[in-house]
């Protein structure tokens, strides 16, 4: 509603500029308040007494003038000045029971879908991890960050094109196909469960052995001109290691699938020809043997211009010549709107450098948005970034491990008599979604200190929280015994906790609209735990099964109702799963 009463005064103060009343160039920022006593209406704004100096008006006069110059709108029932010239503004309270009830009884909780026109076709590259080594806890913030937004584009009806880029090229293949014709040579088990340690035993090999390091050299160089020994052990290795990879995202929660697949190596062949182009557009510069761009918008801090290298002397490209060619695929083949990366903060200058340089050679138009979503890290209690004991990066299996036992013993500790099974069932998805929660919850640019206790905590905006709130909107239905998913009807709006309840469940297209533009599901976190804190004090205040009429009852069933399927809906767009009683 916010937004409406801003567009309305936005479009009033062109008028009054019109007018001549204000001046051209002011730009105000326009800021409503909550109002704490709503018989000074829902919102107020100091705009006029902020204009008032400029216009050379008395605050009062010019809060007239813009009351009596704006709009009339459904929406709005009524107007008043106060004090020195604040403006208050009255929600229609009809307009806010009709808008309710037709929200619980649309589909998609009335979530307009965006029409033909506005479909957009949205390429996400997340989770992206290397194959080389086995996913860390740095791959777990790009692929749940970047799922919740996938489902959300989706939800409004986009079309979404998922792209896990993985790592699936580069010199450490020579080295573990190495080691794993080694341990074939050998008639060893080809032991590739612990990637990991696999990584680790083929690199002290690598560190050890002349001989072996060598063999691992020669690989690449077979590898890369399309031996097929080489080709046959390289494919044996990703196709077990996209397999961990896999595991994970089933067991997150997370959408991507083998389908989505597109590694880095798919760009092998196009490479050259990324070059051919810069060179043929006279982009490229020869500086100590490889092929670079200069570009002048990226300097470093002596103010040199920075390259962008796209082949080394060697012949090889590099990790930004993939990137171009991924681009051009991306706006050429697969039509893109916008691109959305989710990849490290640290890899910026990355990301800018190759979406200036993919619309300066053309592999991008101006028209096609390339967005770099990045995040930050994922540190422990010391403010360090997240390491083992022993200094090792966490890999995310062994703290989804950890994350899952914590909240079984969580759940025991509250349900002393619950059955194995539910206990399992229950503590496993509450220890998923509590370390999915944390990450989401918070602003995506940030750093944030990874804590167990905190985000399995009942108390605060945490995952726990959440669900047992939507548990308790569950349970309500339950002794109802009446279904949530389909009871509809006429909601009536008579005391303020309703009011407040309602207003915020009709901000839910809002908080979608900028959580998709700008790729920063937090926003819909901090939204979930608004309504489920409104729908607690509606709770406490407005007796519902107990409420004074029948009338009563079934109007304050049909607001929980929808409150319960936002607070589900939502939770589900975060890829989170909610549970009927835990
Ligand atoms: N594999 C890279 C890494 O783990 C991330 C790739 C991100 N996507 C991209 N198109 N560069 O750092």
Redesign the pocket.
């Known amino acids: 509603m916010k937004s409406v009463v801003e567009a309305l005064l936005l479009q009033t103060l062109d008028t009054l500029k019109q007018q001549g009343v204000l001046a051209e160039d002011v730009n105000p920022r326009i800021v409503l308040q909550n109002t704490k006593d709503k018989s000074h209406g829902d919102f107020a704004c100091n705009i006029a007494m902020m204009l008032a100096k400029p216009a050379g008006m008395n605050p009062r006069d010019l809060a007239e003038r813009i009351t009596s110059t704006m709009p009339s709108d459904p929406r709005i029932s009524n107007t008043q000045i106060a004090g020195p010239g604040f403006i208050n503004f009255f929600v229609n309270n009809s307009w806010l029971e009709e808008q309710v009830s037709k929200a619980l009884s649309a589909p998609n909780l009335g979530i307009n879908t965006v029409t033909d026109n506005d479909v957009q076709t949205v390429v996400i590259?997340y989770s992206?991890?290397?194959l080389a080594k086995e996913m860390h806890v740095?791959?777990l913030r790009?692929s749940i960050i970047g799922d919740a937004v996938v489902r959300a584009l989706e939800f409004q009806g986009h079309q979404v094109i998922r792209?896990n880029?993985?790592?699936d090229w580069g010199t450490q293949f020579g080295m573990l196909l190495a080691y794993m014709e080694e341990q074939q040579n050998n008639d060893e088990d080809l032991d590739l469960a612990d990637l990991e340690g696999f990584y680790r035993a083929s690199k002290q090999r690598f560190d050890e052995s002349e001989k072996f390091a060598n063999r691992a050299r020669e690989l690449v160089v077979a590898l890369q001109s399309g031996d097929d020994y080489c080709n046959k052990l390289w494919q044996e290795f990703n196709s077990i290691s996209l397999q961990h990879c896999l595991a994970i995202y089933k067991r997150l929660g997370v959408s991507l699938t083998a389908k989505d697949v597109r590694g880095?190596s798919t760009y092998n062949k196009d490479l050259q020809s990324i070059v051919d182009a810069l060179a043929d557009a006279k982009l490229l510069v020869e500086s100590n043997g490889a092929q670079c761009v200069f570009m002048d918008e990226f300097k470093n801090k002596e103010g040199e211009t920075l390259p962008i290298i796209v082949q080394k002397s060697g012949g090889g490209f590099l990790?930004a010549t993939?990137?171009l060619a991924?681009v051009r695929y991306r706006a050429q083949q697969l039509k893109a709107d916008r691109v959305l990366?989710f990849?490290?903060q640290r890899?910026a200058l990355?990301?800018n450098q190759v979406f200036a340089l993919a619309h300066k050679a053309g592999f991008a138009n101006d028209t096609i948005s390339l967005e770099h979503m990045g995040f930050g890290t994922m540190n422990g209690a010391d403010g360090k970034p997240f390491k083992t004991r022993s200094g090792d990066t966490v890999k995310l299996v062994d703290l989804l491990d950890e994350a899952e036992e914590r909240a079984i013993a969580l759940v025991r500790s509250k349900n002393p008599d619950m059955d194995t099974a539910s206990l399992e069932k229950i503590g496993k998805s509450v220890g998923i979604a509590a370390v999915k929660y944390a990450d989401l919850s918070k602003d995506r640019a940030r750093d944030y200190i990874f804590n167990f206790e905190q985000m399995l905590s009942f108390e605060g905006n945490t995952a726990p929280y959440l669900m047992y709130a939507y548990t308790r909107v569950a349970s309500i239905f339950d002794k109802a015994g009446l279904d949530m998913n389909t009871i509809n009807g006429d909601i009536t709006l008579a005391s303020e906790k309703e009011k407040d309840l309602a207003n915020k469940l009709l901000q839910f297209p809002e908080i979608l609209d900028r959580l998709t533009r700008r790729g920063q599901p937090h926003t819909l976190c901090s939204y979930i735990y608004e309504v489920a804190g409104l729908f607690s004090s509606f709770y406490e205040h407005c007796p519902i099964l107990a409420a004074d009429t029948e009338a009563e009852k079934q109007s304050r069933l049909c607001l929980a109702a929808l409150a319960g399927k936002t607070i589900k809906q939502g939770l589900n767009l975060l890829g989170i799963n909610t549970l009927e009683r835990m």
């Open positions: 590259d992206s991890p290397n740095g791959h790009s792209q880029h993985v790592g880095e990790y993939s990137d991924a990366y990849v490290d890899q990355h990301f």
